[in-house]
């Protein structure tokens, strides 16, 4: 199973196909009665369209998966919209597809894509986040094995947070909770343990791309 993500920054999209435009939207939630009012919000904001069709994941002890045609073909809106959901393992969300009818009838084949694509290019305008469980370490080690320690953690999936330069070297770190032994080992091999662990604690963080949000 690919780890958990969240969204960080919500996303839209427009679509054009045979006429009829779709617009798609996602949205953060953590409550379904967040996710209803957000959907709720969309079909007054656009009501003249002919479709609002929804689907929501909210995590906890019992999942909840919800979706709606919005009067579309049975199982051509909805479910493809949970389906961009469930296969990029993306919970705590909701996505609003939007259907302006441009009067040629898409299909069956048809809808599905169209919702699919507008779903999945919600989700790519947005700032999406794999969260992992890890461990943030404070190390204060002397000059010449700060160069190794961040280049360790330039080979290994390591972050360093924050490196401060006084008589020694205090660096600010994120490993994996996986990799916090082989850390631990590998700092004080560097520093033929003589690195001072100031502080070590677990966290949950977010890797978007390249980018490291450790407070989600």
Known sequence: ????????????????????????????VKTEDEAIEFINAMKKKYWDARHNCMAYVIEGDQEIKRFSDDGEPQGTAG???????????????????????????????????????????????AKICEVSDGVRFNIEVDYTSAGKISYYLRQNGGHEVETTYGENVIIDLIVDKT?????????????????????????TYGICGDEYIWEL
């Open 79 to 125: 479910k493809p919209i949970l389906d961009v959901l469930e296969r990029q393992n993306i919970k705590n969300a909701v996505i609003v597809v939007t259907r302006y009818f441009g009067g040629v009838l898409l299909g069956t084949g048809g809808l599905v894509r169209a919702y699919t694509e507008a779903s999945v290019e919600a989700v790519k305008n």
């Open 179 to 203: 990799d916090e032994k082989a850390l631990e080992d590998k700092v004080t091999e560097i520093t033929s343990a003589q690195a001072r662990f100031i502080s070590k604690e677990d966290i």
């Open 1 to 28: 199973m690919d780890k958990v993500k969240y969204v960080i920054e919500d996303g839209e999209s427009e679509v054009v196909i045979t006429k009829s435009r779709f617009l798609g939207f996602i949205k953060k």
